[in-house]
């Protein structure tokens, strides 16, 4: 029995000292860094948007006044609030000597003001009976920079989020010539499509789409800003690799390369100054949805 436990032991000797130096080969090989996330690099579209914030207001309001002096007015039969038509009565008023005149919409439009009391006086001068914004139509007017004004043009496309109304279409309808030369902002107007009561001088904000840039896209986070550039880490052969890279627009997190990286490159999702090149990594792949 102790010549066979001999045996054993020698045998069992021989098989590490013959398998120990494969181990050590295979644990040479590989890598022994930490791990880090990763996602692919994947195409998407991006929007070229310029913002306008500003606020609403009539694009042409008509005044509402008898032609006359010394009426009364007698019956009022619209307010402040109300979508009238051209020629609708708004208002019934005496005359000094017996019987009776109507005050009519000159235009179809909403009425923002009203001064109309029962038995008070009505002349052509002074405040109006009624102030009606003309088809009810209103313009966003706001300032921009001067490098963004030059982006933009008429008829281009916003979608605008008014306060207190929400989200509503529109377009540009004109843009300053000039610039403010002391803050270097020039003004713009973005008409507003919409069948929603707006209230004048409330505040908004438009989106303009001037254009539209497909390319690589990796999450902000996976882009380092330094004095050397612009640079995104990927993994190659589990290992890091620097690349500087060009970047472009930028939209809910994602920030488009428009040179430096390919589609289907390992990206490191959070870069940082602790992994440098050449570091040897275990990627752990995710999706661009789970990096935030």
């Known amino acids: 029995m102790t010549h066979f436990h001999s045996r054993t032991h ?147 496309a916003a979608h605008i989020k008014v306060i207190g109304a929400g989200e509503v279409d529109g377009k540009v309808r004109r843009i300053a010539t000039t610039i403010e030369p002391n803050s270097q902002l020039g003004q713009v107007f973005v008409g507003v499509t919409t069948n929603r009561r707006l209230l004048v001088n409330s505040s908004g904000r438009a989106l303009i789409t001037i254009g539209k840039s497909c390319n690589v896209a990796v999450p902000l986070t996976a882009v380092l800003y330094g004095p050397a550039g612009t640079v995104v880490q990927v993994v190659r052969r589990q290992r890091i690799e620097t690349k500087r890279v060009q970047v472009g627009l930028m939209s809910a997190g994602q920030v488009e390369i428009r040179e430096g990286l390919n589609e289907g490159d390992m990206v490191v999702a959070r870069a940082g100054a602790l992994l440098r090149e050449g570091d040897p990594v275990r990627p752990v792949t995710a999706s661009a949805a789970d990096v935030k």
């Open 10 to 156: 020698l045998g069992l000797a021989t098989l590490l000292l013959i398998a120990a130096p494969a181990f050590a080969a295979e644990e040479a090989d590989a890598p022994k860094g930490a791990a880090v996330t990763v996602l692919t690099a994947a195409k998407s579209c991006f929007s070229d948007i310029v913002e306008v914030s500003g606020i609403v207001i009539a694009r042409d309001e008509t005044a509402v006044r008898p032609e006359r002096m010394g009426l009364k007015v007698a019956e009022i039969l619209a307010d402040a609030g109300d979508t009238v038509t051209a020629g609708q009565t708004l208002a019934r008023l005496t005359l000094p000597e017996g019987g009776q005149q109507v005050v009519q919409a000159p235009v179809a439009g909403l009425i923002s003001q009203s001064s109309a009391v029962i038995g008070a006086l009505a002349s052509g001068k002074g405040e109006a009976l009624f102030s009606i914004i003309a088809r009810s139509e209103f313009d966003l007017v706001g300032m921009v920079p001067t490098q963004s004004i030059a982006r933009l043009a008429v008829n281009q």
